[in-house]
């Protein structure tokens, strides 16, 4: 049985994330393409020094940056200017990365079609963002002057609504790889992970952290340091099916001037830990053996 049959039908149960149920890691450097906007951009070269520190030959082959998009203005714009679309003609790139506005836009699926037109290989990943305002209003253009608190913020209602926007990418990845015929289309899930480095601030268990706000630059959202870091080793994880675990602290933190060297090397390894343990638990991956029920 094919694995898209295994994938989309019923009958289809998820390995644990054990170890031994765990694909091995993809120990070869990837050429890596992304289309995003300034909740996911920055994980273009934060994962390249990532992967780098790994000792892993990771390239960085296209990227298209434009703010507030939708997957489909990047779509729109024309092949002779969009370094994308040139590069994922060519055949030569492992890794796509895309992040919507909110719910997937069609585009993603043009670009899929695109690229595996190409090199039939491809993976395409698709980012689950933390939600900005911290409410799930899936509504486009965003409401970015809206007046926010993140430190008033329920944790358990901001899981909910999570988990809730979380379903409705993980259906329509689901449904663009039935379209396919095979699983070429992968989450991010950085929106679960990012609740989870929530929690431990609010239980005092985030070296250097104190408040939930620390997270952001803005009441709408936009990430500092420690949030853009943990989404780069979430991409990492879904990349490589590696874990970050014992890697380097990333330059990223050289902004925070106010926290310790240790606390830097604590709050990086609790990063690691969240990211691999909530990639590693996501059905829709990469990382998980599928495992036909009996």
Not at 58 to 70: A, D, K, P
Request: hydrophobic share 40%; aromatic share 8%.
């Amino acid at each position: 049985m094919k694995l898209s049959t295994l994938l989309l039908s019923l009958c289809l149960i998820v390995a644990s994330a054990d170890a031994e149920e765990l694909l091995p890691p993809i120990t070869q450097g990837q050429r890596v393409a992304t289309c995003g906007h300034s909740f996911h951009v920055f994980t273009y070269k934060q994962v390249a020094e990532i992967a780098k520190s790994a000792g892993l030959d990771h390239q960085l082959v296209g990227l298209s940056s434009i703010g507030g998009s939708t997957v489909q203005k990047h779509w729109e714009v024309s092949e002779d200017k969009s370094a994308v679309k040139q590069v994922l003609k060519t055949g030569k790139v492992d890794v796509l990365t895309l992040s919507p506005i909110w719910l997937p836009d069609d585009a993603i699926e043009q670009f899929v079609k695109l690229g595996i037109e190409h090199n039939p290989a491809l993976r395409i990943t698709v980012q689950e963002y933390w939600m900005p305002n911290d409410e799930y209003n899936p509504v486009y253009p965003l409401d970015t002057k809206k007046k926010f608190d993140h430190n008033a913020t329920d944790i358990a209602q901001l899981r909910e609504a999570t988990m809730r926007y979380a379903k409705d990418i993980e259906d329509y990845v689901q449904g663009i790889n039935q379209r396919l015929g095979k699983q070429s289309v992968f989450v991010v899930p950085v929106g679960m992970a990012a609740v989870t480095l929530r929690e431990k601030i609010l239980n005092g268990e985030a070296p250097g952290l104190k408040t939930q706000a620390e997270l952001f630059r803005d009441n709408w959202g936009h990430a500092q340091a420690p949030l853009q870091i943990l989404s780069s080793y979430c991409h990492f994880v879904v990349i490589y099916r590696r874990n970050p675990v014992g890697l380097p602290v990333p330059t990223a933190f050289k902004a925070f001037k106010d926290m310790s060297d240790e606390d830097k090397a604590k709050l990086n390894q609790l990063l690691q830990e969240i990211a691999w343990d909530t990639v590693t638990h996501h059905p829709l991956t990469g990382l998980m053996k599928l495992v036909a029920a009996k």
